[in-house]
């Protein structure tokens, strides 16, 4: 095959002419087409960074808010726990002193019950000792004792006159003898053993300074005095015998037995924060203890009259 020039250079005209075509109707748009190609994913890889970007932060911000719930809630819930465990332990505080308080107030309330039993005891026991000496001194009264008896009334009944604070003493009896009088009420005196004349005019004028001449005076036995007499002025009482002042002795021993009790429980200190409350109940208890020795009294003292001018006389 023979080379042609002419053939060759027309072809290298053609491929450059074909180059030259292909360049600027064929190739330029394809670049054209795959720049902007090229430029879209890269806008589209842009957004989508930035989507990314922002679903991270949005994911970064929900973590954080899920975190700071999870540490609000755990924060709760460690002071509803605290709360829990103090008010838990202000409760077993508070039953601890309730259980406290309701034990001292059991020991108060047995205290005062056991008190209020020996003082029972105590009165029964002065009772039978009261009937025990009043058994044994009615064997032994006799005429001659209440003429001692007597003789003895006389004596401080005239020392009781003499004395500054007579009036004082002797003026409840004067009005009780001026009612007697004008309610015209006799006005009794009774002895274990008849008085005679004598013994009877003589207490009348020792009684001058009391009762004046129109006094209605009545003489009447009463054995259960045992020795010695007693004048009866209305509801007042004038006289010595052996049951008045029996009954007053054992009363007196009552009372300072009660007395000598009630200062040794004064004497034991107390809790200041239970003190009111443990008084409310030795209140109520001494009100029960106080309530029994009304029974008491009504039982083992006879209706006295309510004063014995001479057995104070007599204590002096």
Request: glycine share 2%; aromatic share 6%.
């Amino acid at each position: 095959m023979e080379f042609n020039t002419s053939t060759f250079i027309l072809e290298i005209i053609n491929f450059l002419v074909l180059m030259w075509v292909l360049k600027h109707f064929f190739y330029r748009p394809v670049l054209d087409a795959l720049e902007k190609r090229r430029a879209n994913i890269e806008q589209a890889t842009l957004k989508a960074e930035e989507l990314n970007d922002t679903a991270n932060g949005l994911l970064q911000d929900y973590q954080n808010r899920l975190d700071a719930w999870q540490q609000d809630k755990q924060a709760l819930r460690d002071a509803f726990l605290q709360e829990i465990e103090a008010e838990r332990a202000q409760k077993m505080q508070k039953l601890q002193e309730d259980l406290a308080l309701a034990k001292e107030r059991s020991a108060v309330i047995q205290k005062h019950e056991q008190a209020a039993l020996v003082k029972s005891t105590q009165a029964h026991a002065h009772q039978l000792a009261a009937k025990f000496a009043a058994k044994l001194l009615k064997g032994a009264a006799c005429s001659e004792m209440q003429s001692k008896l007597f003789e003895l009334f006389i004596a401080q009944l005239k020392t009781l006159q003499q004395q500054t604070h007579a009036d004082s003493v002797l003026r409840p009896l004067r009005q009780a003898c001026q009612k007697s009088v004008q309610a015209k009420t006799p006005l009794k005196v009774q002895s274990a053993f008849a008085l005679n004349n004598e013994q009877q005019q003589q207490l009348q004028h020792a009684l001058g300074g009391i009762c004046d001449d129109s006094t209605n005076w009545v003489f009447e036995e009463q054995a259960t005095l045992l020795a010695g007499l007693r004048i009866c002025l209305g509801d007042l009482a004038l006289g010595i015998n052996l049951q008045d002042e029996l009954a007053g002795f054992a009363n007196l021993t009552l009372a300072t037995t009660v007395n000598d009790s009630q200062d040794k429980s004064q004497d034991k200190p107390q809790d200041d924060s239970n003190t009111a409350e443990i008084a409310e109940s030795k209140g109520s208890s001494q009100a029960s203890q106080s309530n029994q020795s009304k029974k008491t009294n009504d039982v083992t003292e006879p209706k006295p009259l309510t004063q014995t001018v001479l057995a104070t006389s007599v204590a002096e």
